[in-house]
């Protein structure tokens, strides 16, 4: 047996040489040294494959019971095992980071998304140096280590080109490769990528077959063989993290025409015949109760008979994006399996960082930010009809109805983000390791959460929790491994206390019983009324009798009500999670949520070439007068493309040359597109172009009267009767001199959105001083600066 010489709790591990001889003269034959040995684990340490889907349910997978196809993950189980009890925190950002740390949501700072960040420690999206992630310690300890696909962990005040990139996963994150994209959601057909910190753009164009699981799948499945072929004795630790299934369902047309007519019954059918399913493979208790639709979720019966072909095909269309990434998922361990490490190769499919996304209105949407912008209303019944043939194509930004979502999660109560119930936050997950689980095809339903995973990687590669990482002092994983049921079934549980909150719906776990309380309805996310927290109405399930707690105990034993709710006020100090908010709407503006902005005052100066700029990163135009100024070169023959533009073809606004002409549009939610444009070109040589928007003010969302100028002269007009109030993408960007991404204009393509004049400046300005529509160029860095 070999020894491991190294003291791994303190990483990295120092460096003692031993003492020795030193001769003058390296040929003197007692010169000798100890040959150099790379950092390796434990003898023994297994590859680990962690693969994260985005927005499943618990009852969408086929593999526990579910309606679409995921062939490969029921592979993976036959020679594995299923968890049937395995835990998250209801919203993306937050499982993640907790996933990656073994600690809980709140301690990491990640208590919701990072776009709606505050300045408390628990929702602040700080991870602290006190709680490495389990990359870090990996790598540390001699794993190579990969990320691709989404990360969502990056605060968004450190999301620009500039940084600082500690949080990316391949700086501070302890990934030595990342190919991916920074934020919460992307666009399958035209995504924003990076490769490591540098923005690059995908390899092929939609036309030309590109979607991002499968280039996700490319790159991860091209490193692994790489990285075998060279270190073949070093194992690896690869995160596999697709966008998918995460709104927009993207998805090749072939995969959605497989179920063609199969959801014609609705989803109250859907979610009896899911439930007959669970029970029948066993994944659920043949005493389990299917609990009944709630009062705010419309029954299919209820629905428009003519809204019923679009409900269709928003689940047609979700069911054949999640089997198109369960193939390429396949792709990814079949190149593992080909290349014999599949036995000694830890593997979790976790399938859902969350239960299924209610977040599409209970129409569904053409494009989902419309809901987000409280301008769902724009969607009409007639409008979804016109659009239905595109959902899942380039040409939309598509989601799923409520009722889908409901029951996607069967048979569990409610969905993504209501953190108190099983439908928020409990995902089938798979582990599959062939030299460590002597029981393939089993089944285990010992209470398990997603801070569990990487206590049970380090024990199961033979290394101890780190004490110390970079010189600093780490606070213990708040997970337990999950290593002790691998190979008995009937072990009695460890982890048997788990508190669960988010955007104040809240619960707790406690030695089979849970007691919740559903405080906000995902799907209504701009208006509406909550309750005062004091006012929410708990519930209390006895789970070891109640597996999908279905039957409310709380009139009948009020006294255990009480003490785990007090209980849950214990956890919410110990971790962070006090104080209570429910914000939404407020927590999207960072003045008010309390945390750091990257752009202060009412203006921002901008130069040629800078690009991939984040919504946070740029002065907010929206619901407010803004001006955009540009000093441009214009050659002898004329100038074409993009000065300046902001989102993209979903959402957005464009100032730029077509044809010579000055021209601004601003895009509408990809709905109603307002276009002006100046009367004569702009002339040859040096200018400034301008644009002035004049708000109508009253409001959010309103309009506003555009005027465009050459040099302070007024060369046209036009109006704007809408706009957007909140946001116009998750992941689109500002571009200056190009735009990446889709187009905000149909003018142009972003391939020939170059310009070809030349850019000296941009300045974009919403604190309203006249400048007699031109800005003096001695003046224009002095005034810049001073309103940053």
């Not at 020894?3 to 003269?25: F, K, N, S």
């Not at 709407?585 to 800078?610: C, K, V, W, Y």
């Amino acid at each position: 047996m070999t020894v491991d010489r190294h003291a791994r709790t303190m990483l990295p591990i120092p460096d003692r040489p031993a003492p020795g001889l030193t001769t003058y003269d390296a040929k003197n034959p007692d010169t000798s040294y100890p040959p150099i040995t790379p950092l390796m684990p434990p003898a023994g340490a297994p590859n680990v494959i962690i693969i994260l889907v985005d927005d499943v349910g618990f009852g969408a997978s086929s593999a526990f019971g579910g309606p679409c196809r995921t062939p490969n993950a029921e592979k993976l189980a036959a020679g594995g095992l299923k968890f049937n009890r395995f835990h998250t925190t209801a919203l993306c950002a937050p499982t993640r980071q907790a996933m990656l740390t073994g600690r809980n949501h709140h301690s990491v700072g990640m208590g919701s998304i990072t776009e709606t960040a505050t300045s408390a420690p628990g929702m602040n999206s700080m991870r602290p140096n006190t709680k490495a992630p389990l990359a870090m310690t990996l790598k540390l300890n001699g794993y190579s280590t990969a990320q691709f696909g989404k990360c969502h962990e990056v605060p968004v005040w450190q999301s620009s080109p500039m940084g600082p990139f500690d949080a990316w996963p391949s700086a501070g994150g302890g990934f030595e490769t990342f190919y991916g994209f920074i934020g919460g959601e992307n666009n399958q057909w035209e995504p924003a990528l990076y490769d490591g910190t540098t923005p690059v753009e995908p390899p092929a164009t939609p036309e030309e077959g590109y979607h991002l699981t499968e280039d996700l799948a490319d790159h991860a499945i091209s490193w692994i063989r790489t990285q075998k072929a060279l270190m073949p004795e070093k194992p690896f630790f690869v995160y596999f993290a697709p966008g998918a299934t995460h709104a927009p369902h993207h998805v090749p047309a072939e995969w959605p025409e497989k179920y063609k007519g199969q959801f014609a019954g609705g989803w109250d059918a859907q979610r009896v015949s899911t439930f007959e399913r669970q029970k029948a493979m066993g994944v659920i208790p043949a005493d389990a109760e299917l609990t009944p639709r709630n009062a705010e979720v419309p029954g299919w019966d209820d629905m428009p008979d003519e809204m019923k072909p679009v409900l269709e095909r928003e689940m047609e269309v979700y069911a054949g994006f999640l089997e198109h990434t369960d193939h390429h998922i396949g792709r990814v361990i079949d190149a593992v399996e080909d290349l014999g490490i599949l036995d000694n190769t830890i593997i979790y499919y976790i399938i859902g960082d969350n239960g299924a996304s209610a977040e599409g209105t209970l129409n569904g949407a053409f494009n989902e930010m419309a809901n987000f912008n409280g301008m769902a209303a724009l969607e009409t019944p007639e409008f979804m009809r016109s659009k239905m043939d595109e959902f899942g194509s380039p040409l939309s930004y598509n989601h799923y109805a409520v009722g889908w979502a409901w029951a996607m999660d069967s048979p569990f109560q409610w969905t993504k983000q209501v953190a108190s119930h099983w439908g928020g936050t409990r995902n089938g997950t798979i582990v599959h390791w062939p030299a460590g689980i002597s029981e393939p095809g089993g089944q285990r339903s010992q209470f398990t959460h997603c801070i569990d995973v990487a206590p049970t990687i380090l024990e199961a590669a033979g290394l101890p929790e780190p004490t110390m990482v970079n010189g600093v002092q780490q606070s213990p994983m708040e997970g337990t491994s999950m290593l002790y049921a691998f190979n008995e079934a009937d072990a009695a549980e460890r982890h048997d206390l788990q508190y669960f909150e988010m955007f104040g719906n809240r619960g707790i776990y406690y030695k089979g019983w849970s007691a919740v309380t559903k405080h906000r309805t995902p799907w209504i996310i701009v208006g509406g009324t909550v309750p005062a927290f004091d006012d929410d109405v708990w519930e209390l399930y006895d789970g070891s009798v109640d597996f999908s707690q279905a039957r409310d105990l709380a009139a009948e034993q009020p006294d255990r009500l009480h003490e785990l709710q007090r209980l849950w006020l214990i956890e919410a100090v110990k971790y962070n999670v006090l104080p209570l908010d429910d914000r939404t709407g407020e927590r999207l503006n960072p003045d008010l949520a309390g945390r750091p902005t990257l752009i202060h005052g009412t203006s921002q100066l901008l130069f040629a070439g800078m690009g991939r700029l984040s919504e946070s990163s740029v002065v907010s135009i929206k619901n407010k007068s803004f001006s955009v100024t540009a000093d441009v070169d214009v050659p002898a023959d004329g100038a074409h493309g993009v000065i300046i533009a902001q989102g993209g073809r979903f959402g957005g606004w464009s100032l730029y040359v077509d044809e010579g002409v000055l021209k601004f549009v601003y895009n509408v939610l990809g709905i109603h597109l307002f276009t002006t444009t100046a009367t004569s070109a702009v002339p040859e040589g040096r200018h400034q172009v301008r644009m002035e928007f004049a708000y109508d003010g009253g409001g959010l969302a309103k309009g506003g009267d555009v005027t465009l100028y050459y040099d302070g002269a007024p060369v046209g007009s036009g109006r704007v009767e809408l706009t957007q109030p909140m946001i116009f993408s998750a992941d689109e960007t500002t571009d200056v001199g190009y735009e990446s991404g889709t187009p905000v204009s149909p003018d142009y393509t972003p391939q020939g959105s170059r310009f070809t004049g030349k850019i000296q400046w941009v300045q974009i300005d919403t604190g309203g001083d006249d400048h007699d529509h031109f800005i003096d160029p001695d003046e224009r860095m002095r005034v810049a600066m001073a309103r940053q």
